[in-house]
């Protein structure tokens, strides 16, 4: 695996020179976004920005309030009257300029982002500014594709269906990819004709706020997109608690969407969607067409962005009888790995995104020890006199379905190994969590793959790669890993509604 050299859009490369010089760039304090400018807040709390490269404080933010929120919940809804009656081609006109500008300072958010939470620049690059440009243009161009219908009623009366914008969209996002994942809700909901208020997570928020100025100066009009930040249970409580919010889309933790669900309750029964975490399965068998491949592949599905996806192969299951070698390459591959500067461009893995989570994973591996787990490779820190954040990739063997780190989402560059021995054995260990976000399958067996996905239960189940995606599936999980689609044309649908014109002839 290679931490990237990835192409600009342009088709130059990305320089080192380049990135040092961005990196060296002073961060002025930020405010929130609101109603197409900056806004201090009501109260002035800030909160420190640390960057997990080195530990240093980069900015501060401000802290939101629940009046900070009602601000911009208010610029949202007076600017929705406006936006959802703006025709379809012309908010497809805008928010291409703006996809445009986001590709034109894909660089500069790129190192912002890395700077803000430590995922590797190559990875940062694409994942972020250029997929995010790459979402926001794909739900311009489909919003003016989309019609209503006629429904088949008799001859007496004409029943019309349309799809109407919802209106005010909150939207609330995790700090391991904050632009990518904001995009694939904050794109569909403009689109669709509404208006959104952003709550980005407190320890990465700098991309977000980055992303709202650069649709301003695209042409988006005031109000349209706003951004307060703050901590989750002050200014994302208040956003969840908010009586004219109509949507809150989430990508996050378990323990959070339960809470929003919680609030759309004590408050107006707004629509919650809620993207969550995963325990993915992994499935290696004995048939796979190339075994080296499949330990490159698996070893890049768990450990990029240090663990930090939440569509990690965090359980790898691997056919007893090819065990041996498998896991053979596998530690081979892993050994490789650079783990470093996430602004070096020969780093393969940057740093865990904050102090907080590394010492969760580093308790995670604590506890696989107490309970019998068999450490191959890693499980400390690196780095340390850096400042910063990094972990050592981490590989347990011998790890049984009651282990909790085979039930619990680490979110860091831990692995857990299971052998099975056949396909029924697979199927019950795959299926042997509360998750089901995504899967994976390595065989030569089209019978075995096809099988495989359908026994499977979650959201993705991919064959013979790990991870590779598109904007044009859906995303989103099974059963604890929550529910609504992000991505595809599928995500439009969730940010209108369905109103009936029933007339009578
Ligand atoms: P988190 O749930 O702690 O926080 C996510 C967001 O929710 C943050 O912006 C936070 O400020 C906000 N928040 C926290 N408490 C809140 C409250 N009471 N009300 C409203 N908002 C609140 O998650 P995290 O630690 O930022 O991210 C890691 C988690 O995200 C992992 O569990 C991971 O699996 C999950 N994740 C899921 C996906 C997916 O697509 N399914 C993608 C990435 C991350």
Redesign the pocket.
């Known amino acids: 695996m290679s931490g990237g050299h990835p192409s600009r859009p342009d088709g130059a490369r990305m320089q080192q020179a380049q990135i040092d010089q961005l990196r060296r760039v002073a961060i002025p304090e930020q405010s929130h976004f609101v109603a197409g400018r900056a806004f201090a807040g009501t109260d002035g709390g800030r909160l420190d920005v640390i960057s997990p490269i080195d530990g240093q404080l980069l900015t501060t933010i401000a802290d939101g309030s629940a009046a900070d929120v009602d601000a911009a919940v208010g610029a949202a809804r007076q600017a929705f009257a406006a936006w959802s009656a703006t025709a379809p081609a012309e908010r497809k006109r805008v928010l291409l300029r703006f996809a445009d500008l986001v590709e034109q300072n894909a660089l500069e958010l790129a190192v912002l982002g890395v700077r803000d939470n430590g995922t590797e620049i190559g990875m940062a690059y694409r994942a972020e500014p250029l997929s995010s440009a790459g979402t926001i243009r794909y739900y311009a161009e489909a919003v003016d594709k989309v019609y209503g219908e006629i429904a088949p009623t008799g001859h007496g009366t004409l029943g019309l269906v349309h799809r109407e914008p919802l209106g005010v969209v909150g939207v609330?996002?995790?700090?391991?990819?904050p632009l990518m994942?904001g995009a694939w809700k904050i794109a569909p909901a403009l689109a669709a004709g509404n208006t959104v208020v952003v709550?980005?997570?407190?320890i990465a928020s700098l991309t977000l706020l980055r992303l709202a100025a650069l649709a301003s100066e695209a042409g988006l009009p005031d109000g349209v997109l706003n951004v307060i930040t703050g901590?989750?249970?002050c200014a994302?409580?208040a956003?969840?608690l908010h009586m004219d919010v109509d949507v809150i889309a989430?990508?996050?933790?378990?323990?959070?969407g339960r809470?929003?669900l919680e609030?759309s309750a004590r408050s107006n029964l707004k629509r919650v969607y809620l993207?969550?975490?995963?325990k993915s399965p992994n499935v290696v068998f004995a048939d796979a067409p190339d075994i080296r491949q499949a330990a490159k592949v698996s070893v890049n599905g768990i450990f990029r962005n240090s663990g930090q996806v939440?569509v990690a192969g965090s359980r790898l299951l691997v056919q007893a009888s090819v065990y041996d070698r498998f896991m053979a390459e596998m530690l081979e591959v892993t050994a490789r790995l650079k783990v470093g500067d996430p602004l070096d461009l020969t780093s393969d893995i940057g740093a865990v995104s904050s102090a907080a989570q590394l010492h969760k994973n580093l308790d995670a591996v604590a506890l696989a020890e107490r309970e019998g787990a068999v450490r191959l490779t890693g499980g400390e820190q690196l780095h340390k006199d850096s400042g910063g954040t990094y972990m050592a990739p981490t590989v347990f063997a011998e790890v049984t379905p009651d282990m909790t780190l085979a039930r619990e989402?680490v979110?860091g560059p831990v692995l857990a190994v299971t052998r099975f021995d056949d396909e029924a054995d697979a199927v019950r260990l795959a299926n042997a969590t509360t998750y089901g976000?995504a899967a994976a399958v390595w065989t030569g067996n089209l019978s075995t793959a096809h099988r495989m996905v359908r026994a499977i239960k979650a959201g993705v189940v991919h064959v013979n790669t790990y991870g590779g995606t598109d904007i044009t599936v859906p995303?989103g999980?099974f059963r604890q890993?929550?529910f609504g689609r992000d991505k595809s044309l599928h995500a439009l649908a969730e940010y209108t509604d369905l109103k009936t014109a029933w007339i009578a002839l």
């Open positions: 609330i996002v995790p700090w391991n990819f994942i709550k980005p997570p407190e901590r989750g249970g994302g409580e956003l969840a989430f990508t996050g933790s378990g323990a959070v809470r929003l609030s993207e969550l975490g995963g939440c989402e979110f976000l995303l999980g890993s929550g």
